[in-house]
């Protein structure tokens, strides 16, 4: 278990420049929080480049970009894009002739998926095929790389890949009562852990959100040993996620939204990070706030914990600035409620007891319970209901603000990075809106 290290104080340091080279290391597909280390990129001077994960054929085969696909992706990113697939994960891989894991899991259905076995010979010697793939099409896309980063040249490497979800009907079934589910359709983070079905799914997740990290700094030591020669260095970030210091009771208390099933995964990313900083090598995994994602919203309460952030823009320094916001979000209720309701609510909701036995750091990650459920679905049900667009909600709000203030604080961090871990809390988010804002 990592210990708590939280990043307390701005970082004014930054050691790229124009003809430096950022690497995106994870497809764009949207807003997310890598767009804003892209900003700072871009204002730095620096070449972008990115990876593409690839397609899929519909026979599961792994293709590159069409032509069309490409201009899209390289539009979007507003770089070039190496045209390699580096899809991470072995749910579609297997030796010729053998079932993929998906495959097997065809025949894993709502009533029998607790009971139903895999062969676990063959979840191996996918994972071998999957990992094989992955590290060979990353030899190729390394050697790209190290040909467009000029000489003596700063790179910094942002890791973005996540996920590992096969695509198998029953687990969004499952995935809906787990993490959305009430009274007779809850159902315990626990059972999926302990089946077959959960224990194929997390090995998934640490080979696409951890262990791509640590081929990356592996892939990319000859560019390091090159650089260090000419006067270059190179630096690596990653997202994490390990829950987040909040204001609660007018303290910063930390706190976690329970069941996150890839905190397995993302602790195995942190232990990648810090033995890569053993060996000297500057790479470091972020651990962000929650914030609403397309990928977070079956995760129904994961966004409660962003609603204090309001509290710590006003008391990090946000003056008149942090005021609008208020109003802002003030302007995204229904008529006849007002924000102080909303957010006795979720003082009343940190101040559950049954929400406080789960701010357990040690027992990280925890499994969920159905009181547990009752209350946080419930109470993020409650005020989603208070809004007047379900589209419009304070926590996309409050998100965007995440985003923004995360980027400046990881690309400054980075180049002179106190440690492999760091949290970034909502103290220093709002400390970095409030210097961006309020002046």
């Known amino acids: 278990m990592t210990s708590l290290t939280p990043l307390r104080e701005l970082p004014a340091a ?15 597909f949207g807003r997310g929080y890598v767009n804003g280390l892209l900003d700072e990129a871009r204002r730095a001077g620096m070449t972008i480049l990115g990876i593409t994960v690839g397609r899929r054929n519909e026979d599961h085969s792994l293709r590159a970009l069409t032509p069309e696909e490409h201009a899209a992706a390289e539009a979007n990113l507003g770089g070039r894009i190496i045209n390699l697939p580096l899809m991470a994960g072995f749910d579609l891989d297997a030796p010729s002739g053998m079932p993929t894991p998906t495959d097997q899991l065809a025949s894993f259905k709502l009533n029998n998926w607790q009971e139903a076995k895999l062969d676990w010979d063959q979840i191996e010697a996918s994972r071998q095929v ?25 790179v910094f490497f942002a890791h973005t890949m996540a996920g590992g979800i096969p695509k198998t009907k029953v687990f969004l079934a499952i995935a ?17 852990i302990d089946s077959d079905l959960g224990k194929m799914i997390l090995m998934n997740f640490d080979e696409v959100t951890a262990n791509t990290f640590a081929h990356l700094i592996e892939a990319s030591a000859g560019l390091r040993e090159r650089l260090a020669g000419e006067g270059g260095e190179v630096r690596y970030s990653a997202y994490g996620y390990h829950g987040t210091e909040i204001l609660i009771n007018g303290d910063y208390q930390w706190q976690t939204y329970t069941n996150y099933t890839q905190g397995y995964a993302k602790m195995r990313l942190e232990s990648h990070a810090e033995a890569a900083w053993q060996q000297g090598v500057k790479a470091t995994v972020f651990n962000c ?13 994961v966004e409660l914990s962003l609603f204090p952030l309001l509290h710590a823009l006003k008391r990090e320094g946000g003056g008149e ?3 609008q916001q208020c109003q802002h979000c ?13 957010l006795k609510m979720i003082e ?11 701010r357990n750091y040690e027992a990280w990650p925890m499994d969920n ?6 209350v946080m679905v419930g109470t993020s049900e409650a005020i989603t209901k208070l809004h007047k667009d379900r589209k419009a909600l304070i926590t996309d709000h409050l998100s965007a603000l995440v985003l923004e203030g995360t980027g400046p604080l990881m690309f400054h961090e980075v180049s002179a990075p106190h440690g492999p871990v760091l949290w970034l809390n909502h103290d220093i988010i709002a400390k970095q809106l409030a210097r961006l804002h309020a002046g």
Do not use: C, H
Request: net charge negative; proline share 2%.
């Open 348 to 358: 009343d909701y940190n101040n559950d007891a049954t929400i406080a036995k789960f």
């Open 369 to 374: 319970n159905a009181e547990l459920a009752e």
């Open 330 to 342: 003030q302007s995204l209720l229904e008529e006849g409620t007002s924000l102080e309701e909303i």
């Open 130 to 154: 999957g990992v094989k793939r992955f590290k060979d099409t990353l030899a190729q896309v390394m050697s790209e790389i190290e040909a467009a980063v000029p000489k003596g040249a700063n």
């Open 289 to 301: 706030p929650e914030i609403r994602t397309n990928s977070s919203d079956i995760f129904v309460g």
């Open 176 to 192: 809906n009562r787990i993490y959305k589910g009430r009274g007779d359709r809850f159902l315990s983070s626990r059972a999926l």
């Open 321 to 323: 600035w942090a005021e």
């Open 14 to 28: 930054n050691i790229f420049r124009q003809g430096d080279v950022f690497v995106l290391f994870g497809e764009l």
